[in-house]
């Protein structure tokens, strides 16, 4: 049997009966952590101006944004990676997507906070594309 529920603006109090139930028979739930468009919509949308930049970008070029295309205005990269991180946890908080979903987008580099590029999986460029199309002409 397959039982699929979306519940749009529940209350605190219903979203946490709701999910304390799933999680008491969680040995039978299957959790769908799948990108969707609607899911990345959100996402999108929640990012602040300079990150929702980054996402755009590594969507229009196929998956990966560089440093360079990102620096156009000279600027520093810090503290990008940290808004993409903290909508994704956000989603989880808010009931938006289940916890267990993958970043969407990754920094790429050497390490020691240097960032050399932006990745979004090959898989998901299409489905965060159309999110951004969906997103402008609701804009």
């Given at each position: ?138 804009g």
């Amino acid at each position: 049997m397959r039982i699929t529920v979306t519940v749009d603006d529940p209350t605190d109090d219903f979203r946490d009966r709701l999910l304390a139930l799933l999680e008491e028979h969680a040995a039978h739930v299957d959790t769908d952590a799948t990108w969707t468009v609607e899911r990345a919509v959100r996402y999108y949308r929640s990012l602040p101006a300079r990150a929702r930049r980054i996402v755009r970008m590594a969507a229009a070029n196929g998956g990966f944004v560089g440093d360079d295309e990102l620096r156009t205005d000279g600027g520093s990269l810090r503290g990008h990676s940290g808004a993409l991180k903290r909508v994704l946890e956000r989603g989880v908080r808010e009931g938006w997507w289940p916890a267990g979903m993958r970043p969407p987008i990754e920094a790429r580099g050497p390490g020691f906070g240097k960032v050399k590029g932006y990745s979004l999986p090959v898989d998901l460029v299409e489905v965060f594309g159309t999110a951004i199309e969906r997103h402008d002409d609701q804009g």
